[in-house]
Protein backbone atom coordinates (compact mmCIF):
# COMPACT_ATOMS: atom_id res chain seq x y z
CA UNK A 1 0.00 0.00 0.00
CA UNK A 2 1.23 3.54 -0.70
CA UNK A 3 1.57 6.01 1.99
CA UNK A 4 -0.25 9.24 1.43
CA UNK A 5 0.69 12.17 2.64
CA UNK A 6 -1.92 15.15 2.46
CA UNK A 7 -1.58 18.90 2.99
CA UNK A 8 -5.27 20.65 4.20
CA UNK A 9 -4.57 23.90 3.27
CA UNK A 10 -7.89 25.06 4.97
CA UNK A 11 -9.17 28.83 4.43
CA UNK A 12 -5.68 29.83 3.61
CA UNK A 13 -3.97 31.67 0.54
CA UNK A 14 -5.39 33.68 -2.12
CA UNK A 15 -5.13 31.86 -5.84
CA UNK A 16 -2.20 34.00 -6.54
CA UNK A 17 -0.54 32.67 -3.18
CA UNK A 18 -1.75 29.22 -4.28
CA UNK A 19 -0.58 28.84 -7.46
CA UNK A 20 3.06 30.07 -6.44
CA UNK A 21 3.36 28.00 -3.37
CA UNK A 22 2.37 24.96 -5.63
CA UNK A 23 5.45 26.17 -8.24
CA UNK A 24 7.75 25.84 -5.11
CA UNK A 25 6.26 22.56 -3.91
CA UNK A 26 6.59 21.04 -7.05
CA UNK A 27 10.03 22.18 -7.76
CA UNK A 28 10.88 20.53 -4.04
CA UNK A 29 8.99 17.37 -4.48
CA UNK A 30 10.16 14.00 -5.86
CA UNK A 31 7.79 11.98 -7.57
CA UNK A 32 7.86 8.58 -5.49
CA UNK A 33 5.88 5.75 -6.72
CA UNK A 34 5.04 4.29 -3.30
CA UNK A 35 4.27 7.76 -1.74
CA UNK A 36 1.04 9.76 -2.67
CA UNK A 37 1.51 13.43 -2.07
CA UNK A 38 -1.90 15.64 -2.17
CA UNK A 39 -2.89 18.88 -1.36
CA UNK A 40 -6.18 20.39 -0.63
CA UNK A 41 -6.59 23.97 -1.61
CA UNK A 42 -9.59 26.49 -1.42
CA UNK A 43 -12.38 25.97 -4.05
CA UNK A 44 -11.28 28.60 -5.86
CA UNK A 45 -7.91 27.73 -6.65
CA UNK A 46 -8.79 24.47 -7.67
CA UNK A 47 -9.24 25.27 -11.22
CA UNK A 48 -5.82 26.91 -11.47
CA UNK A 49 -4.00 24.62 -9.61
CA UNK A 50 -5.41 21.61 -11.75
CA UNK A 51 -4.64 23.07 -14.74
CA UNK A 52 -0.55 23.64 -13.20
CA UNK A 53 -0.01 20.11 -11.45
CA UNK A 54 2.12 17.44 -12.57
CA UNK A 55 -0.07 14.59 -10.97
CA UNK A 56 2.71 12.36 -11.09
CA UNK A 57 4.29 14.49 -8.22
CA UNK A 58 0.85 15.46 -6.43
CA UNK A 59 -2.06 15.74 -7.00
CA UNK A 60 -5.43 17.18 -5.81
CA UNK A 61 -8.25 16.80 -3.10
CA UNK A 62 -11.51 19.57 -2.28
CA UNK A 63 -12.02 20.02 1.60
CA UNK A 64 -15.86 20.22 0.70
CA UNK A 65 -18.75 19.63 -1.91
CA UNK A 66 -22.16 19.57 -1.93
CA UNK A 67 -23.48 15.35 -2.98
CA UNK A 68 -25.73 16.61 -5.35
CA UNK A 69 -24.86 16.20 -9.03
CA UNK A 70 -26.69 19.23 -10.31
CA UNK A 71 -29.73 21.63 -9.60
CA UNK A 72 -31.07 24.52 -7.63
CA UNK A 73 -28.70 24.46 -4.49
CA UNK A 74 -27.13 27.98 -4.80
CA UNK A 75 -23.61 28.91 -3.35
CA UNK A 76 -22.83 25.03 -3.74
CA UNK A 77 -20.44 22.85 -6.07
CA UNK A 78 -21.13 19.45 -6.50
CA UNK A 79 -18.67 16.41 -6.91
CA UNK A 80 -19.41 16.07 -10.81
CA UNK A 81 -18.01 19.46 -11.39
CA UNK A 82 -14.92 18.86 -9.20
CA UNK A 83 -14.79 15.19 -11.38
CA UNK A 84 -11.88 16.56 -13.94
CA UNK A 85 -9.91 18.47 -11.11
CA UNK A 86 -9.55 16.39 -8.20
CA UNK A 87 -8.30 13.05 -7.15
CA UNK A 88 -9.89 13.28 -3.73
CA UNK A 89 -12.00 14.74 -1.37
CA UNK A 90 -11.85 15.61 2.02
CA UNK A 91 -14.88 14.35 3.97
CA UNK A 92 -16.53 14.55 7.30
CA UNK A 93 -13.29 17.05 8.98
CA UNK A 94 -14.38 17.71 12.19
CA UNK A 95 -14.19 21.46 11.51
CA UNK A 96 -17.33 21.02 8.44
CA UNK A 97 -18.61 18.95 11.41
CA UNK A 98 -18.70 21.17 14.43
CA UNK A 99 -18.47 24.42 13.09
CA UNK A 100 -20.89 24.08 9.73
CA UNK A 101 -22.85 21.46 11.66
CA UNK A 102 -22.30 18.40 9.23
CA UNK A 103 -24.21 15.19 10.24
CA UNK A 104 -23.85 11.55 9.99
CA UNK A 105 -26.13 12.06 7.16
CA UNK A 106 -24.62 14.53 5.31
CA UNK A 107 -21.43 13.10 5.43
CA UNK A 108 -22.51 9.68 4.50
CA UNK A 109 -24.47 11.45 1.44
CA UNK A 110 -20.86 12.95 0.07
CA UNK A 111 -19.05 9.71 0.80
CA UNK A 112 -21.32 7.66 -1.46
CA UNK A 113 -21.18 11.13 -3.91
CA UNK A 114 -17.62 10.72 -4.19
CA UNK A 115 -17.77 7.12 -4.92
CA UNK A 116 -20.28 7.59 -7.62
CA UNK A 117 -18.05 9.87 -9.60
CA UNK A 118 -15.10 8.63 -8.88
CA UNK A 119 -13.24 10.09 -6.47
CA UNK A 120 -11.38 8.69 -3.45
CA UNK A 121 -13.49 10.42 0.02
CA UNK A 122 -11.05 10.40 2.89
CA UNK A 123 -12.98 10.12 5.74
CA UNK A 124 -12.17 12.13 8.86
CA UNK A 125 -13.73 11.00 12.08
CA UNK A 126 -12.21 11.74 15.76
CA UNK A 127 -13.59 12.39 19.09
CA UNK A 128 -13.71 15.87 20.96
CA UNK A 129 -11.79 16.70 24.16
CA UNK A 130 -14.84 16.09 26.32
CA UNK A 131 -15.85 12.98 24.75
CA UNK A 132 -12.30 12.01 25.49
CA UNK A 133 -12.27 12.87 28.96
CA UNK A 134 -15.43 10.96 29.12
CA UNK A 135 -14.11 7.50 27.70
CA UNK A 136 -16.35 8.07 24.83
CA UNK A 137 -13.89 7.43 22.51
CA UNK A 138 -13.63 3.94 20.84
CA UNK A 139 -18.22 4.61 20.95
CA UNK A 140 -17.47 8.30 18.50
CA UNK A 141 -14.62 6.17 16.47
CA UNK A 142 -17.42 3.26 15.79
CA UNK A 143 -20.81 5.55 15.36
CA UNK A 144 -18.58 7.95 13.22
CA UNK A 145 -16.73 5.33 11.05
CA UNK A 146 -20.06 2.97 10.59
CA UNK A 147 -21.78 6.08 10.00
CA UNK A 148 -20.28 7.60 7.29
CA UNK A 149 -19.71 4.42 5.35
CA UNK A 150 -23.23 3.09 6.34
CA UNK A 151 -24.04 3.35 1.85
CA UNK A 152 -20.91 1.78 1.08
CA UNK A 153 -20.60 -1.65 0.03
CA UNK A 154 -17.48 -4.03 0.70
CA UNK A 155 -16.21 -3.80 -2.86
CA UNK A 156 -16.21 0.34 -2.46
CA UNK A 157 -14.81 0.25 1.07
CA UNK A 158 -11.68 -0.39 -1.15
CA UNK A 159 -11.87 3.00 -2.83
CA UNK A 160 -12.24 5.03 0.45
CA UNK A 161 -8.93 6.47 2.90
CA UNK A 162 -10.17 6.98 6.76
CA UNK A 163 -7.94 9.80 8.80
CA UNK A 164 -8.47 9.83 12.53
CA UNK A 165 -8.04 13.07 13.29
CA UNK A 166 -9.22 13.77 16.98
CA UNK A 167 -10.22 17.04 17.73
CA UNK A 168 -8.52 18.02 20.94
CA UNK A 169 -5.11 17.13 18.90
CA UNK A 170 -5.70 19.30 15.38
CA UNK A 171 -4.03 22.94 15.74
CA UNK A 172 -5.46 26.05 15.13
CA UNK A 173 -8.85 28.04 16.39
CA UNK A 174 -8.43 29.28 19.65
CA UNK A 175 -6.53 26.79 22.08
CA UNK A 176 -3.55 25.21 21.39
CA UNK A 177 -4.16 21.91 20.48
CA UNK A 178 -2.96 19.01 22.71
CA UNK A 179 -0.20 16.20 20.81
CA UNK A 180 -1.70 13.00 20.40
CA UNK A 181 0.49 10.21 21.71
CA UNK A 182 1.69 6.92 19.05
CA UNK A 183 0.47 4.83 21.39
CA UNK A 184 -2.96 6.09 21.55
CA UNK A 185 -3.17 6.78 17.51
CA UNK A 186 -2.07 3.35 17.11
CA UNK A 187 -5.03 2.22 19.20
CA UNK A 188 -7.07 4.00 17.87
CA UNK A 189 -6.66 2.63 14.17
CA UNK A 190 -6.42 -0.84 15.60
CA UNK A 191 -9.95 -0.25 16.87
CA UNK A 192 -10.78 1.46 13.20
CA UNK A 193 -9.63 -2.06 11.55
CA UNK A 194 -11.71 -3.78 14.01
CA UNK A 195 -14.92 -2.57 13.29
CA UNK A 196 -13.95 -2.39 9.15
CA UNK A 197 -13.20 -6.25 9.60
CA UNK A 198 -16.76 -7.06 11.67
CA UNK A 199 -18.50 -5.10 9.24
CA UNK A 200 -16.50 -5.64 5.74
CA UNK A 201 -14.61 -9.09 6.88
CA UNK A 202 -10.50 -9.07 7.01
CA UNK A 203 -8.97 -9.00 3.85
CA UNK A 204 -10.69 -5.82 2.76
CA UNK A 205 -10.30 -3.77 6.45
CA UNK A 206 -6.84 -4.72 5.63
CA UNK A 207 -6.32 -3.12 2.03
CA UNK A 208 -7.88 0.51 3.87
CA UNK A 209 -5.74 3.12 4.19
CA UNK A 210 -5.72 4.62 7.95
CA UNK A 211 -4.25 8.36 8.24
CA UNK A 212 -3.47 10.26 11.22
CA UNK A 213 -4.14 13.98 11.31
CA UNK A 214 -3.86 16.50 14.17
CA UNK A 215 -0.69 18.67 14.41
CA UNK A 216 1.59 17.01 12.46
CA UNK A 217 4.80 18.31 12.39
CA UNK A 218 8.40 17.20 10.55
CA UNK A 219 9.15 16.93 14.14
CA UNK A 220 6.82 14.20 14.90
CA UNK A 221 5.71 12.92 11.73
CA UNK A 222 8.00 9.94 11.86
CA UNK A 223 6.84 8.67 15.48
CA UNK A 224 3.44 7.99 13.70
CA UNK A 225 4.52 6.77 10.02
CA UNK A 226 6.32 3.94 12.73
CA UNK A 227 3.06 2.61 13.25
CA UNK A 228 1.88 -0.32 12.47
CA UNK A 229 -1.32 0.70 10.70
CA UNK A 230 -0.48 3.85 9.79
CA UNK A 231 -0.60 4.46 6.27
CA UNK A 232 0.06 8.11 6.46
CA UNK A 233 -0.34 11.92 7.31
CA UNK A 234 -3.25 14.33 6.83
CA UNK A 235 -1.46 17.80 7.64
CA UNK A 236 -2.94 20.81 8.45
CA UNK A 237 -0.61 23.67 9.27
CA UNK A 238 2.39 21.72 8.87
CA UNK A 239 1.48 21.85 5.56
CA UNK A 240 1.36 25.70 4.75
CA UNK A 241 5.44 25.58 5.31
CA UNK A 242 6.61 24.38 2.16
CA UNK A 243 10.13 22.79 4.56
CA UNK A 244 8.13 21.26 6.21
CA UNK A 245 5.93 19.97 4.07
CA UNK A 246 8.34 18.77 2.00
CA UNK A 247 10.62 17.58 5.20
CA UNK A 248 7.25 15.41 5.93
CA UNK A 249 7.50 13.87 2.14
CA UNK A 250 11.48 12.88 3.17
CA UNK A 251 10.54 10.80 6.23
CA UNK A 252 7.51 8.65 4.83
CA UNK A 253 9.70 8.29 1.93
CA UNK A 254 12.40 6.63 4.50
CA UNK A 255 10.12 5.03 6.47
CA UNK A 256 8.58 3.20 3.98
CA UNK A 257 11.74 2.21 2.56
CA UNK A 258 12.90 0.88 5.63
CA UNK A 259 9.77 -0.92 5.79
CA UNK A 260 9.81 -2.54 2.58
CA UNK A 261 13.84 -4.05 3.36
CA UNK A 262 12.53 -5.91 6.53
P1 LIG B 1 -3.31 20.42 11.92
O1 LIG B 1 -4.67 20.14 11.09
O2 LIG B 1 -2.23 19.59 11.28
O3 LIG B 1 -3.07 21.89 11.74
O4 LIG B 1 -3.56 20.03 13.32
C1 LIG B 1 -5.01 18.85 10.71
C2 LIG B 1 -6.36 18.88 10.03
O5 LIG B 1 -7.23 19.63 10.46
O6 LIG B 1 -6.59 18.14 9.04
Same mark, same amino acid.
Given at each position: MKTYIIGNWKMNFTVGESSLYLHKLLQKVHAYRDIEVVVSPS?? *??????? %????? +?? /?? $? *? %????????? $?Y???VSISQLRSL &??? &?? &??? #????????? #?? +?DIRAKVSAAIRDGLTPILCIGETD?????????DVIRDQLLGGLQEVS????? +???? $??? !?VWAISGHDKAAKIASPLDVEDAFKLIRGVLKDTYGKSV #???? !?? =???? @?? /? @??? *?? #?? =?? =?????? =???GGASLIAPEFTDIIEIAKRVKDGRTKN
Amino acid at each position: MKTYIIGNWKMNFTVGESSLYLHKLLQKVHAYRDIEVVVSPSLV *AIQTLSL %QTDRR +KI /KL $A *A %QNFYHRDFG $AYTGEVSISQLRSL &VDY &VI &VGH #SERRYIFNE #SD +KDIRAKVSAAIRDGLTPILCIGETDTERMFGETADVIRDQLLGGLQEVSAEDLT +KCII $AYE !PVWAISGHDKAAKIASPLDVEDAFKLIRGVLKDTYGKSV #SEDI !PL =LFGG @SV /K @STN *AE #SY =LM =LDNCNG =LLIGGASLIAPEFTDIIEIAKRVKDGRTKN
